[in-house]
């Protein structure tokens, strides 16, 4: 249980509030590229509760500005892509990518005080299907090196999808494995796990395995994930993952075995509602990318809203539930919404009751907690790179596998970690 206090520390995301202030420390998923062809119209947005908008001008660079005109306040989204910028459509004030005003029509020169003119404006960078944007003050970090933004498009999906509610209920939703076991059953992560206790799971009391230990970690970028089950042939089925500041998890997926992973990227739209980002990535071979979308349930609509919505109860089926699937619903995106958007806009984490299978949600808020305190004391917080030598993640990765049962999984991890550096 935290306090209230703690809770708004972690949860309120706007301009000025402490997650918000750190949270602009980092570049953030922004748009999904297929959002923003060269050539289309703006595309309104609202990021960590300003209201904004992309452009990619008729030099095909991407712009994000504040979304009402600096002159008398119209919408610039509905604005002209010409002569270098874009030309409000209200009074013709024409603005470049970096928020300068280039010309003030009607006024003489075309407006001399023009220069003057510093609209809100934030730099982007394009990689691996995604708009980035930084919006934290002075010179943006490095966009971090991970592996899942620089492979060819056929060895990563990728895609988005609304969630009424606050953010962290996303990310927390990532961290707690003793779910997947009920929510998610049945389930492709679970399948070779050897446990004969996965036939019992649509048992309700008792039907969850009493083996499975969690264990975490912080590490440079975040926090390292243990989940452990033990085997009746004397060994341990092994799972490792991370979740990566400030607000993505790095984890093991059904669809692509040892050569990849999924990554599920929580970013606020403001204290309320946020979109979770969602990679699909294998290293060693192409992705079936029509088994990628089934992940996604029934599908989502062309402004990227789950058919299985909160206002259809998720299409939940109670019938189902008698024989195939515990919880109902059909697919992992609508039985998480149903999960995290149940618990309120923004969940009141001061009456939640933990037990020793949250404890990776502890580590993880402690490590939200410093950061903003460090960011408070003027210090770059975990994971915010500026060094190019630096920019390089060898000890972020996903295994699952079987091990011996002696097997430390720390000290397994810092083999893997040497192999990746080799």
């Not at 520390?9 to 959002?35: D, F, H, I, K, N």
């Not at 607000?247 to 979770?276: A, C, E, R």
């Amino acid at each position: 249980m935290i306090t209230q206090e703690e809770n708004e520390l972690l949860t309120r995301v706007g301009p000025g509030t402490p997650a918000g202030t750190l949270l602009r420390r980092y570049w953030q998923p922004t748009a999904l590229s297929e959002e923003l062809p060269e050539g289309g119209a703006p595309l309104p947005v609202r990021l960590l509760g300003e209201n904004l908008f992309l452009f990619r001008d008729d030099q095909g660079r991407i712009g994000l500005l504040g979304l009402h005109c600096s002159h008398r306040g119209a919408d610039l989204s509905y604005g002209r892509l010409e002569d270098g910028g874009l030309r409000c459509i209200y009074h013709g004030w024409l603005y470049d990518i970096r928020g300068r005003c280039l010309d003030q029509p009607g006024e003489p020169a075309g407006g001399e005080h023009r220069d003057q003119i510093r609209h809100p404006a934030y730099p982007c960078q394009e990689r691996g299907g995604i708009i980035f944007a930084y919006l934290g003050p002075g010179e943006p970090p490095l966009l971090p090196n991970y592996e899942f933004l620089n492979v060819p498009s056929e060895h990563r999906f990728v895609s988005k999808y609304f969630q009424d509610c606050n953010y962290l209920q996303g990310n927390e939703g990532n961290l707690d494995p003793m779910h997947n076991n009920l929510l998610h059953y049945p389930n492709p992560n679970l399948e070779h796990t050897g446990k004969k206790e996965l036939t019992q799971f649509r048992g309700g009391r008792g039907a969850v395995p009493e083996m499975q230990i969690l264990d975490a970690e912080p590490v440079n970028f975040g926090v390292r994930l243990c989940d452990t089950t033990h085997m009746e042939d004397g060994r341990k089925n092994l799972r490792i993952y991370h979740f990566v500041m400030p607000n993505f998890t790095m984890f093991p997926g059904p669809l692509q075995g040892k050569g990849g992973y999924s990554v599920n990227w929580h970013v606020p739209i403001d204290d309320n509602q946020h979109w979770k980002y969602t990679f699909l990535f294998n290293r060693e071979k192409p992705l079936d990318m029509e088994m990628a979308r089934e992940r996604l349930g029934v599908g989502i609509t062309s402004d990227y809203r789950l058919l299985q919505s909160k206002s259809r109860r998720y299409m939940q089926d109670r019938e189902i539930m008698k024989t195939r699937s515990y919880s109902g619903i059909d697919g992992f995106a609508a039985q998480d919404s149903c999960a995290i958007e149940g618990m309120g806009s923004i969940q009141d984490r001061t009456q939640e009751h933990l037990v020793s299978s949250d404890r990776i949600i502890v580590a993880m808020r402690k490590v939200l907690t410093k950061a903003i305190q460090d960011v408070q004391q003027g210090i770059d917080p975990p994971n915010v790179i500026r060094q190019p030598e630096r920019n390089r993640y060898p000890n972020l990765f996903v295994y699952v596998g079987l091990v011996p049962e002696s097997t430390d999984w720390r000290q397994f991890c810092k083999q893997l970690e040497a192999e990746a550096r080799a």
